[in-house]
């Protein structure tokens, strides 16, 4: 906070001595036994009033009186407001393909956006200065609002009572918010451009201009309120902090208005009559009716969606290793930690670049570059939809620019260093983020590196967050090793260092302490100054493990532990909530990406967003037969059969995204982590080698991951997979069709999903073989196998909220221990080797010894229990709702069963015979 534009110390611009100092605002603490805040006795330890869960509360805030002035409203023939199951829209709209009437992808609605609705819909008339608290309203826990008398809103106040909106009221501005009122502690925005902050004290400029504060004046006295009405009102008040933020926000919001869309369309087109009068029906308790029914429907698609994505692609790409979802535990408390929300989760500041790259394209498929440095991407919601050269960009081509240019670039280290505009210049002041995180730690009583270390070892005993004994241990520990000498520097205790006065003699002093390795280097933590190395700088600072993920050991330790936190502590985590429905057959085949594509105008890319292509090669660029030199010796070579051959001679392990045209077409990668599209046409990808995720798109096509933990779907039509070996991790996901889909010789996960579909596993050990709707065939190998499901794989509650409508399959187990469930529809169950467990569930369902070469014993009778270990003293089948069985040709014995099962016990209407 010393030097000036030039960026050197010691000269003339330096910022004037009584500038030199930081402001920031302490986290709120809780009012102690007095009651009241601000006394001695009050309790030191934040309230972190945002939601913890992991339910995309960007969108739909962590507070329900917040929620209502997001979502959008309609006026009714009485001209009260009511709902439409959307989530307010602001400017610069396009339409979506789809041709539904409104179906558009939209900017948020800013704060002007807002403030409209809300005083012509609500009746309520907000003020700039609301931003800073969001008034408390009358609703249920969901974000519904309880109309009053006039089926308006009614604001809560402060010794009871309510105020009701009424457009009517100020000459047509609405309802004023008393000065009783209560209000949530939830601001509308939380970052703002300087200039437009409404303070109190100020009073807006009379000009009409928005003024840029990095290179204008604001009039004394005055705030810029027309650059605060274009702020974007996000359900986390964060949405303005840089453009790229804005552009994640935008995705999820325009996401939630595309399923209202969607679930509307369906509902009119699927649903008898009776189904679509339920839907439309009001519920006089609770008020809620058509559009709130469908905004909920919204929000969970939504939430799954963001959930599956948080874990499966951003959680463990920084760490791998978070334990897989075994079901919820609800002793777990998933509350946000203070090591995470001040410290760990501050991570991604290393890896800002100084230019935040967007390219924009046309509708020829030019693309030209349109950048932004990061200093002028924060607090500027103007630079959004600013194409440059292109002239002003709808939402969707915005977000899409953004989305391309930065899935082209590389982030900078995950380490101790930032980039400029966040060390000298954040949000246009002169401000260190790093002396910020380091002040936020002190500011709220995180521990010390060391110390926290210390702690976290004496819990758990895990030897990867012991201690360090002394500076030289700890320079061992370091990502950068020559970093040792600034950490000496800013903490040691020798003399040599606290004795000299300026930063350069300390570093030169601490440089020979550690080239010396003598007795200071080898002092105890305590008294050498290790103890008190603020955790973010020296957590950053810390190595990699190998195979332990992005983070070193004392970060991975706090996010591992939040994260599986979030997940197990879940009871709406989106596995067990979407258990046995077709959806999550949907998630599971979902990705950022694909988000991203139905949002946005951007199309191809990786399959996991955060990675980086090295070559992107589409379709329509390639004509003729000759070799194409890609450089450094690559070739596009084609073969005689037509496939278009990536040559690497050197096998680099150059990922690609490959994008197929509306032809047929035929692509083989090298053992980079690639990405291929078939897009239209029968197409026939093959991604060899690595770790690689094809989509065949519409038509009948062909997939092979080939060796590596692949992820394949086939999408529309009838498509054959093969996944290939690989370290366990292959996921096959047939789609929309009647698929083939043969495993390798590791382990693999099936999704059938609607079609009538043939799954013949070809590993030691399934993960979980789902057939989804229609009739379908599965054939499991070798192993004990996590579950050959003939639906939609109802694995953790196993008949709740399980279909009695089901396809008719046939699951024939392999040679060992698997677990057979017909779930719905009348399914035939192919005896096994091996102790094998036979759940019939609903329809009339059969076990069949065909083929079966020995004399064999079946007795309905012998119960199977869902998730009870193998009994070694009992190693027969066993039988749960079975209705049948039949032998082959030999003597074979078979036993029925006239026991009757309940569930729940004594409901006679549920109950099942056994055999």
């Not at 509308?188 to 100020?202: M, Q, R, S, T």
């Not at 077409?665 to 690639?674: L, N, S, Y």
Request: proline share 5%; net charge negative; aromatic share 10%.
């Amino acid at each position: 906070l010393v030097a000036g534009p030039d960026k050197i110390f010691g000269t003339a611009d330096d910022i004037p001595v009584d500038q030199r100092f930081m402001v920031m605002t302490r986290a709120t603490n809780q009012p102690g036994p007095d009651g009241i805040l601000g006394t001695a006795d009050d309790i030191q330890e934040a309230i972190n009033t945002t939601t913890p869960w992991v339910d995309q509360n960007q969108t739909y805030t962590s507070h329900p009186s917040h929620q209502v002035f997001l979502r959008e409203y309609a006026q009714n023939a009485l001209g009260k407001p009511v709902q439409t199951g959307k989530v307010l829209d602001g400017g610069f709209c396009a339409p979506r393909p789809t041709g539904i009437p409104g179906d558009n992808i939209c900017n948020i609605g800013n704060w002007n956006d807002v403030k409209l609705q809300t005083r012509t819909k609500l009746g309520i008339q907000l003020v700039d200065q609301d931003i800073f608290d969001v008034p408390l309203l009358l609703t249920d826990p969901y974000g519904h609002f309880k109309p009053g008398p006039n089926g308006f809103p009614q604001i809560v106040l402060r010794g009871g009572g309510v105020l009701e909106g009424n457009p009517a009221a100020n000459a047509g501005l609405g309802v004023l918010i008393p000065a009783n009122a209560f209000r949530t502690g939830h601001a509308f925005l939380n970052d703002i451009a300087h200039n437009a902050v409404p303070a109190p004290g100020l009073t807006p400029d009379v000009n009409t201009t928005v003024t840029n504060f990095r290179t204008g004046v604001q009039d004394p006295g005055t705030y810029d309120d027309e650059l605060l009405g274009l702020h974007m009102v996000t359900g986390d008040g964060r949405g303005n902090e840089n453009i790229a933020l804005t552009m994640v926000h935008q995705i999820f919001h325009a996401e939630h208005n595309r399923l209202a869309h969607d679930i509307d369309r369906q509902i009119s087109a699927l649903l008898t009559p009776q189904e679509i009068a339920a839907w439309h029906a009001v519920h006089a308790p609770s008020g809620w009716a058509y559009g709130e029914r469908l905004f909920q429907a919204a929000r969970f698609g939504t939430e799954m969606q963001y959930q599956h994505l948080v874990f499966e692609e951003f959680a463990r790409t920084l760490q791998p290793l978070i334990n897989p979802f075994l079901g919820g535990l609800t002793s777990i408390n998933a509350a946000i930690s203070a090591e995470f929300a001040h410290t760990v989760y501050r991570l991604g500041h290393s890896m800002l670049p100084e230019i935040v790259t967007r390219i924009n394209v046309n509708a020829a498929g030019v693309e030209t570059p349109n950048d932004i440095r990061l200093f002028d991407a924060f607090l500027n919601p103007v630079a959004y939809n600013d194409g440059g050269a292109a002239g002003i960009l709808t939402a969707d081509k915005a977000a899409g620019s953004i989305v391309r240019g930065l899935s082209r670039s590389i982030g900078n280290e995950l380490d101790e260093f930032v980039t400029e505009s966040v060390r000298n210049q954040l949000l246009g002041l002169p401000l260190d983020l790093p002396a910020i995180n380091m002040a936020r730690g002190r500011s709220e009583g995180i521990p010390r590196l060391n110390v926290a270390r210390r702690q976290f070892f004496t819990a758990t005993r895990d030897t990867a967050v012991k201690p360090y004994a002394n500076w030289f241990e700890f320079g061992q520990n370091l990502k950068h090793a020559e970093s040792l000498i600034n950490f000496v520097a800013a903490y040691g205790t020798d003399p040599t260092i606290t004795g000299a006065t300026t930063l350069a003699a300390k570093r030169s002093a601490a440089a020979a302490l550690v080239l010396a390795n003598g007795a200071f280097m080898f002092a105890t933590a305590a008294t050498s100054g290790l103890d008190d190395v603020d955790f973010w700088p020296g957590g950053m600072a810390e190595r990699q493990a190998v195979f332990g993920g992005l983070l070193g050991s004392t970060f991975n330790f706090v996010f591992e532990k939040q994260l599986e936190n979030l997940q197990d502590g879940d009871r709406f985590y989106y596995l067990q909530r979407t258990d046995g429905l077709n959806f999550r057959f949907q998630l599971e085949g979902n990705s950022f990406a694909e988000l991203i594509r139905r949002n946005t105008d951007f199309s191809g890319g990786m399959d996991i967003v955060f990675n980086t292509a090295d070559f992107i090669i589409n379709a329509a660029d390639l004509t003729g037969t000759a070799p194409i030199d890609l450089g450094s010796g690559i070739q596009l070579i084609t073969q005689p059969d037509g496939t278009k051959l990536f040559f690497d001679p050197l096998h680099t392990g150059k990922n690609i995204t490959f994008n197929g045209g509306p032809a047929d077409d035929k692509f083989k990668a090298d053992i980079g982590d690639d990405t291929l599209y078939g897009n239209d046409g029968n197409d026939r990808l093959d991604g060899f080698e690595g770790n690689d995720t094809l989509h065949g798109g519409n038509g009948d096509d062909v997939l092979f991951g080939g060796n590596g933990d692949d992820v394949l779907k086939g999408g529309a039509g009838n498509d054959a997979l093969s996944s290939g070996p690989g370290f366990g991790g292959d996921l096959e996901i047939g789609g929309e069709g009647n698929d083939f889909m043969l495993g390798g010789n590791d382990g693999v996960e099936y999704f059938g999903g609607p079609g009538n579909d043939v799954i013949v596993d070809g590993s030691m050990r399934a993960e979980a073989i789902m057939g989804g709707d229609g009739d379908d065939w599965i054939f499991d190998a070798e192993g004990h196998d996590g579950g050959i499901f003939g639906d939609g794989g109802n694995v953790f509650d196993l008949l709740a909220g399980l279909s009695a409508v089901g396809g008719d399959d046939v699951l024939g187990g392999g040679p060992g221990q698997d677990n057979h469930f017909g779930e719905g529809g009348d399914d035939v169950m192919v005896m096994s080797e091996g102790s094998n467990k036979f759940f019939g569930d609903y329809g009339f369902d059969w076990i069949t010894l065909r083929g079966w070469p020995f004399p064999e014993f079946i007795e309905l009778g012998l119960l199977a229990l869902p998730n009870v270990p193998l009994n070694f003293n009992d190693l027969r089948n066993k039988y749960r709702f079975v209705d049948g069985a039949s032998g082959w040709d030999l003597n074979d014995h078979i036993a029925g069963s006239n026991k009757v099962l309940c569930d729940p016990p004594g409901e006679i209407a549920e109950c099942l015979v056994v055999g």
